[in-house]
């Protein structure tokens, strides 16, 4: 059996579909930590095009830090982790609906979120 691109055979049936997933809405304790963006998650946002574009790459980068995968589908996340992220941003949280449509950019965004986290990892290792 294989889902979510990593092998799982070793995994039971409800862990599977419980990975890559949020179970319920994070805690506020959650979302201060796994869920602010600082000034280096803006820089990075702030070149994304449209505000859909800045809402989804922020909702992508702050899942991979929560669960340590990135979702299927991007857009698949509580409304409060939405709402946290689209405040800080000063934008519409109903804009990450728009960044559903185009499939490559949540392809380019996780790739990027992806080196940027592993560079993060490397460099809090030294």
């Known amino acids: 059996m294989r889902e979510c691109g990593m092998p799982v055979d070793f995994l039971t049936k409800a862990r599977v579909q419980r990975y890559a997933r949020y179970g319920e809405d ?4 959650q979302l201060t930590r796994y869920f602010h963006l600082d000034e280096s ?23 991979v830090r929560f669960l ?3 979702l299927s589908n991007p857009i698949e996340v509580p409304d409060t982790v939405v709402r946290y992220l689209a405040a800080q941003l000063g934008v519409d949280p109903g804009t990450s ?9 949540h392809r380019e965004h996780a790739i990027r979120a992806r ?3 592993r560079t993060a990892d ?3 290792a030294n």
Do not use: S, V
Request: with cysteine; charged share 25%.
């Open 97 to 105: 609906t728009a960044y559903a449509e185009r499939a490559q950019t």
């Open 26 to 29: 994070p805690t506020t304790k």
């Open 115 to 117: 080196w940027l986290t």
């Open 68 to 70: 340590g995968a990135f």
């Open 41 to 63: 998650d803006r820089e990075l946002i702030k070149f994304r095009r449209g505000d859909h574009n800045k809402l989804g790459f922020a909702i992508q980068l702050c899942t």
């Open 122 to 124: 490397m460099l809090a």
